[in-house]
Structures are given as C-alpha cells and as structure tokens.
C-alpha cells in the first residue's frame, strides 16, 4: 500500500532549534523513493513553511495555517483551497476585541498585518519573521485572512472570552497557543476547518482515503489529522489530549529524530536510531 504521509512542523518534524536533522531528511527521502507521498501540515503560514518544504525538496501540496489553506507551490496547475473569514468578520473581532489586546496580526501568503506587532511573538507563531509587514490598527483594511492571532492581556481574559463567545461562537472557536505572565497568545479560527480537512483535500485529489494517512503530530491542532488516520502517531512530547487520540506513542521527541524511527522501523526495517 502506498501512503499519504502527513507531517506536523513545530515539535515534530522540527527539533528544539527549528531544524530538520540529517537523520529526518533522510528518512523522509528514502520512504519517498518507496513512492509513499509526503506532506507538510503545519499551523505555520505559507512563508513559515515554504523553507522547510524545499529543504525537504517536496513536489507535494502543503497544508497551512491549520487547514485553511492548501497550495502546492511547485506545481501552478494546482488548484489551491483557501478558506478565509471574511473582511467584515475580521474588522469586527478586532473592534469589538480591542480593548482587551495587546496586539494582533495576521498574514496571507508573505504578508504579514499588524496591530503593534511582536516580532517575537509572531515568529512563535509563524516560525519565522515575514518579509513584508504592514502595520495599522486593521479595522480600516478590507482582507481577509485565513485565521487571526491576538494577543490578549491577562487580567482581560474573561472579559475578551466572553466578548468572543457572545458574539462569535457559532461560526468560530479559540486555540490558546501560548500563556505568559503577561498575555495570552488566541488564534481565531473555524471551528468547522483543521489540518484533517486540508489533508482530506490532498487525500481526494490522490484518489486515496483515510486508510492511506499516516499523520504524526504533537499538539492539540494535530487531534483531528491523527484521529482520522489510519496509522495517527504521537511523538513523546506530544500534548496529552493528542496522545489519548493517537494509536502509536512514539518512544522519542522531536529532538531525538521521532519521524526518523517510526518511518525506518515502518518501511525500511531499520532499528531505531540514536538521538543526536
């Protein structure tokens, strides 16, 4: 059986300084040769992503920002889907959300926009700092984006939360994706879009289903793509709520070549490798 293999960025493919190991790449390389497709699914925007995807030297589509948008940037015949929430819905969470943020921000393709943008809160999020980035308070501009980052102060997180979930809570839902003593860094998102929607897309257009995914991941964006997987692997610093999803466990983290192990062990009967 040829499989769909679908990848989470940030705290599984990447170890703690950002960086695809030797031994990843070239495990990645090797089951590719076997004909088993390889994808990124990364909460990262394009231009977050685009680096570690040549690195890996990919030809497949890619799926980002959680879902909300699947491109395939070495083939133009491919039909991209992107899911936005509209310029409307954006300029109002901002004004209704404003007194309670520190900042916020969002980014379509290489473009960042911000409201007192944090470089470092935004390369958290996005894995590395945009090129272009335009700043303003965002409720005068008409984009819109696949998803939303802000960040909210501390003592105002009941205050937004309520805001957010009288107004929105149909259509939309929060990801906490870090909390510091000052703040609180939400994405604003679909509730009805994830990763799993976007590999479904690429699943679709390879004629393959759910039996053909093999998913890794670590985090609580990752609980969709690895409960619907055939094969939903878990590294070992994986959240808890994603290790209860998943059907293997793996014996490693990011930093110890998890990807590596599992994808040797599978394909290439290899015995697990050492970590660096």
Not at 3 to 20: K, M, P, Q, R, S
Not at 36 to 63: E, F, Q, S, W
Not at 77 to 89: D, E, Q, V, W
Request: aromatic share 10%; net charge neutral; proline share 2%.
């Amino acid at each position: 059986m040829k499989y769909l293999i679908a990848i989470d960025l940030d705290g599984t493919l990447l170890n703690n300084n950002n960086e695809v190991s030797e031994e990843n790449l070239k495990a990645i390389k090797n089951v590719r040769s076997l004909g088993h497709k390889v994808i990124l699914a990364t909460g990262r925007t394009y231009a977050g992503a685009i680096n570690i995807y040549n690195k890996l030297n990919l030809d497949t589509p890619m799926v980002i920002h959680n879902g909300a948008y699947v491109t395939n940037p070495t083939d133009k015949t491919f039909k991209k889907k992107r899911h936005i929430l509209c310029s409307n819905l954006t300029t109002d969470i901002i004004t209704n959300t404003k007194p309670y943020l520190l900042g916020a921000f969002y980014t379509i393709e290489d473009t960042t926009y911000s409201y007192n943008l944090n470089k470092d809160i935004e390369k958290f999020f996005n894995g590395e700092n945009s090129h272009y980035v335009v700043e303003g308070d965002l409720t005068s501009l008409n984009n819109s984006p696949s998803n939303i980052v802000l960040t909210v102060k501390v003592n105002e997180k009941d205050k937004f939360e309520n805001i957010f979930n009288a107004k929105y809570k149909t259509l939309l839902d929060l990801r906490i994706w870090r909390e510091e003593k000052d703040y609180i860094l939400y994405e604003v998102f679909d509730k009805n879009i994830s990763k799993y929607t976007g590999i479904e897309y690429i699943l679709n257009y390879y004629n393959l289903n759910p039996e053909h995914l093999i998913a890794f991941g670590d985090n609580h964006n990752d609980v969709d793509m690895i409960k619907n997987a055939k094969i939903g692997v878990a590294v070992n610093n994986a959240a808890n709520v994603l290790k209860k999803e998943a059907k293997y466990i793996s014996n490693y983290n990011n930093n110890e070549n998890a990807i590596a192990n599992f994808l040797n062990q599978k394909f290439l009967n290899q015995k697990q490798i050492k970590h660096n």
